[in-house]
C-alpha cells in the first residue's frame, strides 16, 4: 500500500493503536493531529507496505499484533 493510500486511510478514523514488539502507541487523531511522517512511521513496515494485522473498529484502526491491546478492543473471550 503506497503511503498516499497509508495516509487516507489515517484520514477515516479518529484513534489509531500500533504495536511494535512489546511497544504500543495510540494516536489521538483529533486531538494530537500527528504529522505525515509520523502516521507513515506507525502504519508502514520497513518494506513500505502496510504492516499487519491491520484492522478497522469503527472509527479505530489497530496496526501489529498485540495481546493486551486486542483484549481491550474485542473483551475476554468467554
Same mark, same amino acid.
Given at each position: 500500500?503506497?503511503?498516499?493510500?497509508?495516509?487516507?486511510?489515517?484520514?477515516? +478514523? /479518529?484513534?489509531? +493503536?500500533?504495536?511494535?514488539?512489546?511497544? #504500543? #502507541? !495510540?494516536?489521538? *487523531?483529533?486531538?494530537?493531529? %500527528? /504529522?505525515?511522517? !509520523? =502516521?507513515?512511521?506507525?502504519?508502514?513496515? %520497513? !518494506?513500505?507496505? *502496510?504492516?499487519? %494485522?491491520? @484492522? $478497522?473498529?469503527?472509527?479505530? =484502526?489497530?496496526?501489529? @499484533?498485540?495481546?493486551? !491491546?486486542? $483484549?481491550? +478492543? @474485542?473483551?475476554? %473471550?468467554?
Amino acid at each position: 500500500m503506497p503511503a498516499a493510500d497509508a495516509l487516507a486511510l489515517a484520514k477515516q +478514523v /479518529d484513534r489509531i +493503536v500500533a504495536a511494535k514488539g512489546s511497544k #504500543v #502507541v !495510540t494516536l489521538d *487523531l483529533k486531538k494530537d493531529k %500527528p /504529522d505525515a511522517e !509520523t =502516521l507513515l512511521s506507525v502504519l508502514l513496515g %520497513p !518494506t513500505g507496505n *502496510l504492516r499487519a %494485522p491491520t @484492522f $478497522r473498529v469503527g472509527r479505530m =484502526l489497530v496496526v501489529g @499484533f498485540h495481546e493486551e !491491546t486486542y $483484549r481491550s +478492543v @474485542f473483551g475476554k %473471550p468467554s
